[in-house]
C-alpha cells in the first residue's frame, strides 16, 4: 500500500532563517505526483508546490523549493527566509497515477512554529 | 483562480439529527469531488469521492449509509451525517478540480465545515 510519511509532528524556526520538513513515501509506482500543502489556523488548504516524478529537476515556488529524491523516495520541502505567516501545518501528499483517481494520500503532517 | 465554499462554516447539532454539507465549485464545474475528514492535528482522512450522475465512492472502513453523498450538479456536492451522535464531530473538508487540470495534479480545497454534535 502506497503511504506517506513526515516524521517531525513539530519544527520551528527563526523568522529569516532557512527550515527543512521531510517527507518519505513508499509506492511501487514510477510516476506520480507530489505536492506539499499549508494549512494555516483558517484550516484553508492551500497548495504550497507541486512535484512530477518524471521530472528530475526540484520544483522551486520562490521562497519555496523541494528536495525530490527518486530512488530514496524522498520528498523534503525547503522554506527560505521564513515568514511569520509561513506558521502553519504542513501537510506531504502522494497521488497515484493508476486510473487516474485523484486521490491524494496524505502524511500525518508538521507543524512548523516561526519564531521572531 | 478556482474558489471552492463550503456552507456552514460551522454547524452545532444534537446526537440522532442529521446535518447536510454543501461543497461548491464557485467559478468552475468539477465533475468529481472529494470528500476529506480531519480530526484536531492530524492528516486529512479521504471519505469519498463525489461523482456527478452518479453514486459515491467510499473508501474503506466509511460507512455510506451514515454519510450520504450527493453530487447532483456540476458545481455542488452535499455531504449528510445521519442520526449523527459525538464521535462524529470533526472538521470536513472538500475538494475539486477545475476542468483542464488534471485531477492527479489540481485540487482547489474548501475551507472547510466544523461539526460539533452535542
Known amino acids: 500500500a502506497q503511504t506517506v510519511t513526515q516524521s517531525q509532528p513539530e519544527m520551528s524556526v527563526q523568522e529569516a532563517e532557512t527550515v527543512t520538513l521531510s517527507c518519505t513515501y513508499d509506492t511501487s509506482e514510477s510516476d506520480y505526483y507530489l505536492f506539499w500543502y499549508k494549512q494555516p489556523p483558517s484550516r484553508q488548504m492551500i497548495l504550497v508546490i507541486r512535484?512530477?516524478?518524471?521530472?528530475?529537476q526540484n520544483a522551486t515556488e520562490n521562497r519555496f523549493s523541494v528536495n525530490f529524491q527518486k530512488a530514496a523516495k524522498s520528498f523534503s520541502l525547503k522554506i527560505s527566509d521564513s515568514q511569520l505567516g509561513d506558521a502553519a501545518m504542513y501537510f506531504c501528499a502522494y497521488i497515484p497515477p493508476r486510473g487516474n483517481t485523484g486521490k491524494l494520500i496524505f502524511g500525518q503532517g508538521t507543524t512548523l512554529q516561526v519564531k521572531p | 483562480g478556482a474558489v471552492v465554499s463550503q456552507h456552514p462554516s460551522w454547524v452545532i447539532c444534537k446526537s440522532g439529527t442529521s446535518v447536510k454539507i454543501e461543497c461548491r465549485s464557485l467559478?468552475?464545474?468539477?465533475?468529481?469531488m472529494f470528500w476529506y475528514r480531519q480530526f484536531p492535528k492530524q492528516s486529512l482522512m479521504l471519505m469519498a469521492t463525489s461523482n456527478e450522475g452518479s453514486k459515491a465512492t467510499y473508501e474503506q472502513g466509511v460507512e455510506k449509509d451514515k454519510f450520504l453523498i450527493n453530487h447532483a450538479s456540476l458545481t455542488l456536492s452535499t455531504l449528510t451525517v445521519t442520526s449523527a451522535h459525538p464521535e462524529d464531530s470533526s472538521f470536513y473538508i472538500c475538494?475539486?478540480?477545475?476542468?483542464?487540470?488534471?485531477?492527479?495534479?489540481?485540487?482547489?480545497f474548501g475551507p472547510g465545515t466544523r461539526l460539533t454534535v452535542l
Open positions: 475538494s475539486a478540480s477545475p476542468p483542464g487540470r488534471s485531477i492527479t495534479d489540481t485540487q482547489y
Open positions: 467559478d468552475f464545474q468539477a465533475t468529481t
Open positions: 512535484q512530477e516524478a518524471y521530472k528530475q
